[in-house]
Antibody, heavy 125, light 108 residues
Framework: EVQLVESGGGLIQPGGSLRLSCAAS????????MSWVRQAPGKGLEWVSV???????YYADSVKGRFTISRDNSKNTLYLQMNSLRAEDTAVYYC???????????????????WGQGTTVTVSS | EIVMTQSPATLSVSPGERATLSCRAS??????LAWYQQKPGQAPRLLIY???TRATGIPARFSGSGSGTEFTLTISSLQSEDFAVYYC??????????FGGGTKVEIK
């Protein structure tokens, strides 16, 4: 069964750090384009970061320089290292698999087809 | 950044009726648009990509249309399990994805 399971959320003080994990089963993280998406309480969805199958990474401006996406191929797990946390980072964080076909330098995207159940991060003193 | 605006914020519909949800992009995204459904306490579920192609396992009562800056998600005959929040997402600016603010479809 194709599945993503997040962990690592919790209550953290402003300025603190937290690392989220997303364990995959049924497919290989390193062969896919994997994203983190967050949802603040009562709000909509916000894309946070992506790691390409080739290892390239991209970030939303709101987290650039503070968050780092990575993966451990041996554990088939995706991570999000979050530093200098702010109150506005409070959200449910989802990991998701992007359906992407890359050909001749072009990318063909078909949406996020597998999502985890989410892990809650609360930044508060 | 491409801004996605959804309307209405809330749509009250009776079971069996048609629901029409709108999504507007601040600039053309061609057909690079997806729709997701999210129920309370659950992760989003992919419904539509390429503006009009249903994802695997999505019932035919869900249909998408539009291109450029104006898009529509139609649910032809609402079932009880369809009451949820729906989000559009542009990926024309991949990898910088942006979502709309959502439309809540509630029971009338």
């Amino acid at each position: 069964e194709v599945q993503l399971v997040e962990s690592g959320g919790g209550l953290i003080q402003p300025g603190g750090s937290l690392r989220l994990s997303c364990a995959a089963s049924g497919f290989t993280v390193s062969s896919n384009y994997m994203s983190w998406v967050r949802q603040a309480p009562g709000k909509g969805l916000e894309w946070v970061s992506v790691i390409y199958s080739g290892g390239g990474t991209y970030y939303a401006d709101s987290v650039k320089g503070r968050f780092t996406i990575s993966r451990d191929n041996s554990k088939n797990t995706l991570y999000l290292q979050m530093n200098s946390l702010r109150a506005e980072d409070t959200a449910v964080y989802y990991c998701a698999r992007n359906i992407v076909e890359a050909a001749a330098g072009d990318y063909y995207y078909y949406g996020m087809d597998v999502w985890g159940q989410g892990t809650t991060v609360t930044v508060s003193s | 950044e491409i801004v996605m605006t959804q309307s209405p914020a809330t749509l009250s519909v009776s079971p069996g009726e048609r629901a029409t949800l709108s999504c507007r992009a601040s600039q053309s995204v061609s057909s690079n648009l997806a729709w997701y459904q999210q129920k309370p306490g659950q992760a989003p579920r992919l419904l539509i990509y390429g503006a009009s192609t249903r994802a695997t396992g999505i019932p035919a009562r869900f249909s998408g249309s539009g291109s450029g800056t104006e898009f529509t998600l139609t649910i032809s005959s609402l079932q009880s399990e369809d009451f949820a929040v729906y989000y559009c997402q542009q990926y024309n600016n991949w990898p910088r994805l942006t979502f709309g603010g959502g439309t809540k479809v509630e029971i009338k």
